[in-house]
């Protein structure tokens, strides 16, 4: 059908008419081979349109393995003729080979799949999530196949994880990151964050502070954060918002605290009060957050115990924080800040054992001082240890036998604390910084391998919830809280070639060694997607900067209150001494 034309036929547009397209034998839905690039590839039926504007290209297609981004419309010199030409005699529509597939709300395609709860990661992978769970997991050659998604994303240069379980957090803390660095524990909360917060705590506090805190988290991969702080019920609106899982506290200590309550027995009168209005947020869970040894009493340790078993959920509790507390409580040194309240004479831990309290249902945080011994109390009880390895370090208060723990079969989970003793809510540095440091410690480089450090920043922190047969890995039938990675960048190449540490370049170490949190560039939680390519989906992230602003200014003035009153109290001292 080739011809010569002359100048005049181009003129005067006396061009052949291409045959016109059968529109009729398109549906969306149908699956088709589309030329692009001049290679043919698998696509779907979008949209079929007879719209004059259209009529060069009349079908919007969408590439399988590639997302809505490149979605194009297509004419019939596109699309194959094999099954569509009318040369066949066909005079039936071709069969909707989409139809076929299993329907799911999204299935995520990667370079890699790092399930946690195997060892090892899956090369070129898919997950397919329905109802907020993973339906399945196989190879992406197989699921595009065997799936048809009402969403689809397509990251071949990430790899898809669990999502970061923080498991000790005081997220409207992050107000106060920064305001209180270089001192000791003991000084830290006695002369900063105590004034601060009897002043400033409200409920507006800490729903802000919250989402700042939630907005940080979300953004560099964590999916679930364990809270302890004051107005549990502003910390539960703000995750719900937010979109991110939280267990939060029913809060106690034993003194009275700025505007919240009287004291102990208000304030988990309160906490039931928040169990009973959030109770049916399927996002939320809850614990008995009880202060710490040197701030609760015996008798409250009991009224605490008893909601666990009564609401059937973890005691959450400071434990073990510096070497004094300890030592303090051994001598009943009642002149110590940091002696527990206790009469018993010996370590907190000891005391918890005593009252039965050493069981599966504890989280004690930070243990930096331990014994063989408690070891094995921990490991004979099944109880849980939080790693706060950031907040340990910055206020000098020790290191946790984080090595000994493990090889004992104490399950070990990871937190970050709050902003203003660490200074970030980064599960990323903090689950490299826990892999590095239970080396220097145990002075053994095989401690705590990359693919362990793994676990405890998801698996053993959903395990120390009570969340591990919902979250925490990567497994068909569970809830579908997962993060991206992108592994792309410079400081990770060459890039990962095998899913095995032992046989090349290996994902996990990639993740846990050489990768940061600005890498995480989509979240999802409950298989709603928070993130998307680095932007929040759930956060006023203006908003967020306003109100951390506005913080700011009154954290700065109080700031100024509190040194002039220091001031003046310590010129009045020294007048006093010297009699003038």
């Not at 194959?80 to 071709?94: D, I, M, V, Y």
């Not at 202060?291 to 609401?311: M, N, R, W």
């Not at 090595?403 to 937190?415: F, S």
């Amino acid at each position: 059908d080739d011809a010569w034309l002359s100048v005049g036929d181009l003129r005067s547009k006396k061009l052949p008419k291409e045959p016109a397209l059968d529109l009729t034998l398109f549906e969306k839905g149908m699956a088709l081979r589309v030329l692009a690039d001049g290679k043919r590839y698998q696509a779907e039926v979008l949209e079929v349109s007879a719209a004059r504007a259209r009529r060069a290209a009349p079908i919007k297609v969408r590439y399988a393995g590639y997302t809505a981004a490149s979605d194009e419309w297509v004419g019939a010199d596109r699309v194959s003729t094999k099954a569509l030409s009318k040369k066949t005699g066909a005079e039936s529509k071709p069969a909707n080979k989409s139809d076929e597939r299993q329907a799911v709300d999204e299935l995520v395609s990667a370079g890699w799949v790092i399930p946690v709860e195997t060892e090892g990661a899956l090369q070129d992978h898919s997950i397919a999530v329905k109802d907020g769970k993973i339906l399945d997991i196989l190879p992406t050659s197989e699921a595009v196949k065997k799936y048809r998604g009402k969403s689809r994303t397509n990251l071949p240069n990430a790899a898809i994880m669990p999502g970061f379980v923080n498991t000790h957090s005081h997220a409207p803390m992050s107000f106060m990151r920064g305001i209180s660095d270089d001192i000791p524990l003991s000084k830290w909360l006695h002369t900063a964050i105590w004034p601060i917060e009897q002043t400033l705590v409200g409920p507006e506090f800490v729903g802000d502070g919250a989402r700042l805190a939630f907005a940080e988290m979300i953004m560099g991969g964590t999916t679930t954060t364990n809270e302890m702080y004051w107005c549990p019920e502003d910390i539960c609106k703000a995750a719900v918002e937010a979109g991110i899982r939280a267990a939060v506290g029913m809060i106690a200590i034993e003194f009275p605290f700025g505007g919240y309550g009287t004291g102990p027995d208000d304030y988990l009168a309160k906490g039931e009060k928040m169990v009973e209005k959030y109770g049916k947020e399927p996002l939320l869970t809850f614990t008995v957050s009880l202060h710490a040894p040197y701030t609760v009493s015996d008798d409250t340790i009991q009224k605490g115990k008893a909601l666990c078993e009564k609401y059937d959920v973890p005691l959450h509790i400071h434990m073990h924080e510096t070497k004094e507390e300890c030592s303090d409580s051994e001598k009943l040194n009642k002149d110590s800040n940091v002696c527990h309240m206790s009469t018993f004479e010996g370590t907190p831990l000891a005391n918890l054992r005593r009252m039965g309290l050493v069981t599966p249902k504890l989280l004690a945080v930070h243990m930096t001082c331990l014994t063989d011994d408690e070891i094995k109390w921990m490991a004979e009880g099944k109880a849980n240890v939080v790693h706060c390895p950031s907040s340990n370090l910055k206020l000098a208060s020790g290191f946790c036998r984080v090595g000994d723990l493990l090889e004992a079969g104490v399950n070990v989970a990871i937190g970050t604390d709050g902003a203003s003793s660490n200074n970030t809510v980064d599960m990323m540095a903090e689950m490299k910084l826990a892999a590095i440091l239970a080396k220097a410690v145990a002075k053994n480089a095989e401690a705590v391998p990359a693919d362990v450090a793994l676990r405890m920043a998801t698996l053993h922190g959903a395990r120390a919830l009570g969340l591990e047969d919902r979250i925490g890995s990567l497994k068909v039938g569970k809830e579908a809280d997962m993060i991206a990675v992108d592994l792309s960048g410079l400081p990770l190449l060459p890039a990962p070639t095998s899913g095995r540490r032992d046989a090349s370049f290996d994902p996990v170490t990639h993740i846990v060694y050489s990768s940061t949190r600005d890498q995480v560039t989509d979240v999802w939680v409950r298989g709603r997607r928070l993130l998307r390519s680095r932007k929040l989906l759930t956060i006023n992230i203006a908003q967020v900067r306003r109100d951390a602003k506005r913080w700011g200014e009154r954290i700065t003035e109080l700031l100024a209150e509190l040194k002039r009153k220091a001031t003046e109290e310590a010129a009045g001292a020294d007048k006093a001494a010297t009699g003038s």
